[in-house]
């Protein structure tokens, strides 16, 4: 697998052979007389599955191929064993042919979900604090004016505070500074598929990206915050036996990716989101 590209071309013939690729091994997986055996967790499953049916039951709207045209994905992992025990990928809905799992398989904008993973956490490795000084400026002045990103006046606050409040104007600022190659490096560490030669700008600092993220990829990131910084790839898998009884399975490797120290401090940030913001 590749996470690094050096033009937007090459990445497209990556994906091109990529999925010929995929399309070929996915039938022989079907026909090839298999035992899968996974992590995942019916109750936890249930559960989930409750959870983004109750959050998304006030829009009841039906798009053209009959399904809902409002939907939603979650990815549950079990941060000590760093695997997938429950996955949605759309809301509960009657159909035997529609096979889309978005939590895996469709890509969006994180939104603000992204400044702890390549704005704040870089700027902590890079001798930020949480009682450090960032400068909240006008996102659109900063749109027009990109060169001018760092000289630009603002409103001051600590970089918690920032957090907390979910600050734009201090995230793109900040990102601006430790620069977009390096937040979007931890990205690609994390084995994130679709980050390409053109997300590298500061609207990634808001979740902008040209293709975007999975549940799955974020959930995986931040398992590997709580994890003291330590990434290992996430899947469900416990299991493949071949048809002739061979083990095939073979877990991904861990590796550091943050500070173990500044993970603990992001995560004590984080809660203030919920507390104070």
Known sequence: FRYYFATMEDYNFYMETYNQAYERIRAELYIGGYVVTTT???????????SVDNALAFDEELAENGQYAFQGAATVINNETGKVEAIVGGRTQNSSTYT???????YRQPGSSIKPLIVYLPALERGYTDRSTVTEINVEKAKEEPEKVLEMYGT???????????????????????TPE????????????????DDFYPAASLGGFTYGVTTVEMA??????????????????????DKYGE????????????????????????KGVITKG
């Open 156 to 178: 001051k606050m600590t970089l918690r505070s920032a957090v907390e409040n979910s600050k734009n104007g201090a995230a793109w600022r900040l990102f601006c500074e430790i």
């Open 100 to 106: 889309l799992n978005r939590a895996y398989q469709s």
């Open 220 to 241: 995986n990131a931040y398992s590997c915050m709580v994890n003291h910084g330590r990434f290992q790839q996430t899947d469900c898998i416990v299991s493949i036996l």
């Open 40 to 50: 995942l967790n019916k109750e936890k499953q249930a559960l989930l599955q409750e």
């Open 247 to 270: 083990e095939l399975y073979e877990p991904y490797e861990t590796r550091q990716v943050y500070v173990s120290e500044q993970t603990e401090l992001m995560i004590d940030i984080l």
């Open 182 to 197: 390096a937040g979007l490096n931890y990205l690609q560490e994390m084995s994130f598929a679709r980050i390409v030669p």
